[in-house]
């Protein structure tokens, strides 16, 4: 079973970026489909994009479209989540979490993940 394992959040003003990093352990990382999502406090966990097993397809929720891009180096074992434009409706604790694999597509629900919830990393947007 693959662990996954976040960071890279930090505080940052409106308007600023982040580059959150998804490292993962285990030989079959590169046969999964990986979503990042996000917990508001006090709202549920969504969806936030995901990307396939082999970084060829990637799918956005329509609130980060055009801002948040999602890649991958299946050789690092790594998935990344480049932010841009930060909002302060962006202030969330990010996740990661396996989504699927290469018999299954990317969906736009975030109740359709697989693996255990780790710690997280937090994201903070203020000025």
């Known amino acids: 079973q693959v662990q996954l394992v976040e960071s890279g959040g930090g505080l940052v003003q409106p308007g600023g970026s982040l580059r959150l990093s998804c490292e993962a352990s285990?030989?079959?990382?590169?046969?999964?489909?990986i979503g990042w999502f996000r917990q508001a406090p006090g709202k549920e966990r969504e969806l936030v994009g995901s990307?396939?097993?082999?970084?060829?397809?990637?799918l956005y929720a329509d609130s980060v479209k055009g801002r948040f891009t999602i890649s991958r180096d299946n050789a690092k074992n790594t998935v990344y989540l480049q932010m841009n434009s930060l909002k302060p409706e962006d202030t969330a604790v990010y996740y990661c979490?396996?989504?699927?694999?290469?018999?299954?597509?990317?969906?736009?629900?975030?109740?359709?993940?697989?693996?255990?919830w780790g710690q997280g990393t937090q994201v903070t947007v203020s000025s």
């Open positions: 979490n396996v989504v699927g694999d290469r018999s299954t597509k990317l969906k736009a629900d975030s109740q359709f993940y697989f693996g255990s």
């Open positions: 285990g030989r079959t990382f590169s046969s999964y489909n």
């Open positions: 990307i396939t097993w082999s970084g060829g397809n990637t």
